[in-house]
């Protein structure tokens, strides 16, 4: 069997493109989160327990 071939208007592939610039720009000033490095910057989660506070580490916030 032969090779499809699909064209790609000239628009389309300059719409690609400005994305991509985009992206990167976006990419440079808002760097995308770290896995490893939001693990340990996560928010602590808050659980409401009668009158006491507790955060996730168990200390009493009052």
Sequence with gaps: MGEVI???P??????DRLIRE??????SIFPP??????KRNAPVSHTVSGANTYRSDQFLLS
């Design 6 to 8: 699909r064209f790609v």
């Design 10 to 15: 000239k628009s389309e592939r300059e719409r």
């Design 22 to 27: 985009a992206r990167a720009i976006y990419d």
């Design 33 to 38: 989160a770290d896995p490893v490095s939001e």
